[in-house]
């Protein structure tokens, strides 16, 4: 690794690690350690790291989430299988962001177009802003698996 790319990778852990400590403190993380999961999730699939695994449980049919607690509520959207590659500048692996996994649980107004504008490469995310509590962070790190599993987003190798 050359000067340079030590340099940069220096100054980025310096800027975000203390606003990755901030924007844990200031959250109340849900499942903040495997041992405070409550008990009667302890049916849930779980990740090699011991926390509930979501869309596994889904997936093999454990839970069946509702749209809603109105049984006359109109339905939430179908799933939508649309993966968005974020290309990263350094050495990460780039990010792919999956719809699949996300509409399981969420519609498309829990993200478009407060979170996120629906326009490919139109948000200028970054990093910093994801550990601040924005874009991914408004849920990674609050109902969703935390931040430092970096390679459960930075899944592609460049
Ligand atoms: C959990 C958040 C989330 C949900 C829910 C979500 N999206 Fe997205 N969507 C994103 C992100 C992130 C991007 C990429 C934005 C970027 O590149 O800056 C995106 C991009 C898009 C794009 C642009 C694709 C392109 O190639 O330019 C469309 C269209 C879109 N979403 C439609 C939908 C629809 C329809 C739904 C509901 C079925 C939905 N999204 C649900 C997060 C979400
Ligand atoms: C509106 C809330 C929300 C936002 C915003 C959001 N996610 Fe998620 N994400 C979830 C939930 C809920 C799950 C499922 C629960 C879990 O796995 O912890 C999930 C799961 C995932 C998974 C796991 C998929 C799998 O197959 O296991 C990945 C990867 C992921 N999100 C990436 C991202 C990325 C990248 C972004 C930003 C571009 C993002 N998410 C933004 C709520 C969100
Ligand atoms: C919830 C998903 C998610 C997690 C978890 C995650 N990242 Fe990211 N990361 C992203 C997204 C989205 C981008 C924006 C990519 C782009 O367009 O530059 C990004 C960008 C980056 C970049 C490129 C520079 C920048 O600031 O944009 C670095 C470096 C990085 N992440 C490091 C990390 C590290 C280290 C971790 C673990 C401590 C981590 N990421 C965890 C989603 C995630």
């Keep these: 690794m050359n000067y340079v790319s030590k340099l940069i990778i220096t100054s980025f852990l310096l800027l975000t690690i203390p606003l990755m400590l901030t924007s844990c403190t200031k959250k109340e993380l849900v499942f903040k350690t495997v041992e405070n999961q409550p008990q009667a999730f302890s ?53 792919v962001y999956p719809h699949y996994q996300h509409t399981q649980w969420l519609d498309c107004r829990n993200c478009h177009p407060k979170i996120f504008k629906a326009q490919k ?30 390679n459960r987003c930075h899944v592609k190798p460049k």
């Design 43 to 95: 049916y849930l699939p779980r990740t090699e790291d011991g926390f509930i695994d979501w869309v596994a449980a889904i997936n093999n049919g454990t839970i069946k989430p509702r749209d809603s607690i109105d049984p006359k509520a109109a339905p939430q959207s179908r799933p939508m299988d649309m993966d968005v590659i974020f290309y990263t500048k350094g050495a990460m692996p780039d990010v």
């Design 121 to 150: 490469g139109s948000n200028g995310v970054t990093m910093a802003q994801i550990f601040a509590g924005e874009f991914c962070g408004r849920c990674h790190g609050t109902v969703a698996f935390p931040l430092q599993y970096c």
